[in-house]
């Protein structure tokens, strides 16, 4: 069924207002096509913009529709495999550029709520939660690491102190960054959105692109449009399918569900977080949560490969959230929902060309909040000629995934299964 606007989610009901924008109509001309309004296009588009650049985004739904409208709104540090993989795959000089850009997607993040005066539900502090003792070495190495690369903001919770921040006996211990965090991700993306706006920039929502003629001057085709470019930025992720074979040949899309509860009372949910830091454990198929301004629980996990869609998300996420909260056995459920994002078999980001004037990135394999907001830097300054970040993250090998389309689905979940008996066995 063709979706024509958000998912019923906590995040479309509470979003800030922000104007219809009418479909492409007709043909038209501009620097840069961005195709694509989550975090990754509206970045590119935003940075640009403020460059100076004449952009067009197109949207096949609406702004925030895909994955940045729809996540645990948790600004996590780093990319989805960490530094050190990078370190032993491409060498230190390499490693050395990414891992100056770990920690940057949370600096812009701040830098345009600050700027544009965005209302999402800026919180600082993030927090690694230890299962096991391996996840607790694992973290020790890990704040080294990220420490190495400039991130001194970081503290080791040890089982008395970890539970000063999460009112729960499952962890025995774990990480807070302070240069983590959380926001209200739709919101985010509208005010971003709204921000290029301002500055001349072009949105047209409900207009899927369905065709890319690729020359000296791309053209970037719609149902009822079309738009000459000098160069353009896809960043349709998850929700791309095949309109560019070579794209989604080399990464997987994959579904992860979010329940949020009832608003709880402000001694309830103060004895949950009393910090009000977001969470996520350290598990191979990772839960996620963090309180909303409003003060619900708001509770993601799980994974669906190949991205169909789960008859009750409730029945799939609500024992995690018990077993984390049994002091919410009884709280009501309000809303729930699933949401794709797109793994790579590295799990580490694919930014790219095709030709000489169609950029990419995609593929941030479930942490993207923070990577998006570098990618779109990162493509803004490789169109004004300054190359070395973005041939830093072009350099990356990216590989099919076992079994190619027919069984990478198969395959990926027998891989996830013995990762996750090594997480229950504590291996
Ligand atoms: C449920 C969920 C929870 C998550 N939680 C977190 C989290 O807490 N922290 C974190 O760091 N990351 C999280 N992630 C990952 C993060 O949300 C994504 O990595 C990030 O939002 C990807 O942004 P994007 O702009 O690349 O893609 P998307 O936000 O998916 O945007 C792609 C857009 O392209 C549009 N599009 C696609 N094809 C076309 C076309 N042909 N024509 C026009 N438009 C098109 C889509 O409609 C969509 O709006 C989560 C992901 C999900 C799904």
């Not at 003629?213 to 896809?234: F, L, N």
């Not at 004895?271 to 909303?292: G, I």
């Not at 990419?360 to 803004?380: I, N």
Request: net charge negative.
């Amino acid at each position: 069924m063709l979706e024509t606007q958000h998912t019923t989610s906590y995040y479309a009901a509470s979003a800030n207002p922000s104007p219809a924008r009418p479909a492409l109509q007709g043909s038209s001309e501009t620097d840069v096509c961005v195709i694509g309004a989550g975090f990754t296009g509206i970045s590119a588009a935003l940075h640009l913009a403020e460059q100076g650049f004449r952009v067009t985004v197109l949207e096949a739904v609406q702004v925030g529709f895909g994955a940045s409208g729809r996540n645990g709104g948790q600004i996590v540090n780093s990319y989805s495999r960490d530094i050190d993989v990078i370190e032993r795959t491409l060498g230190a000089d390499q490693a050395r550029l990414l891992g100056d850009m770990a920690f940057e997607g949370g600096r812009i993040i701040r830098e345009r709520v600050a700027r544009y005066g965005i209302d999402c539900d800026l919180k600082d502090g993030g927090v690694f939660a230890a299962l096991n003792g391996n996840h607790m070495k694992h973290l020790e190495a890990q704040k080294k690491l990220w420490e190495r690369y400039g991130n001194t903001q970081l503290e080791l919770l040890d089982d008395r102190r970890i539970r000063e921040v999460v009112n729960t006996d499952i962890y025995t211990g774990g990480m807070l960054d302070m240069s983590g965090g959380h926001i209200h991700p739709l919101n985010l993306v509208l005010g971003e959105a709204a921000a290029f706006e301002s500055l001349g920039g072009i949105i047209h929502e409900h207009s899927p692109v369905t065709r890319i003629d690729q020359g000296s001057i791309p053209v970037v085709h719609t149902a009822e449009g079309q738009v000459k470019a000098r160069y353009v930025i896809v960043a349709g992720n998850a929700y791309l399918g095949n309109l560019l074979p070579q794209l989604a040949a080399k990464s997987m899309p994959c579904g992860t569900q979010v329940i949020t509860t009832e608003p709880l009372s402000e001694e309830l949910a103060s004895s949950l977080l009393p910090q009000d830091y977001c969470v996520e454990d350290c598990a191979y198929l990772l839960d996620y949560y963090r309180l909303s301004g409003d003060r619900r629980m708001i509770f993601g996990g799980g994974v669906v490969y190949g991205a169909r869609d789960p008859s009750n998300i409730e029945a799939l996420i609500r024992p995690n959230l018990i077993k984390t909260f049994p002091q919410l056995k009884d709280v009501k459920i309000d809303y729930a929902w699933t949401g794709n994002f797109l793994l790579t078999l590295s799990r580490l980001p694919q930014v790219g060309r095709i030709g000489d004037n169609i950029y990419y990135s995609q593929g941030c394999s479930g942490h993207g909040v923070t990577f998006t907001h570098v990618a779109g830097r990162v493509l803004a300054e490789v169109l004004r000629g300054q190359a070395e970040r973005f041939d830093a993250f072009a350099a990356l090998p990216h590989y099919p995934f076992p079994g190619g389309r027919l069984l990478r689905v198969p395959f990926t979940a027998m891989g996830a299964w013995y990762y996750q008996m090594r997480d229950k066995l504590g291996l």
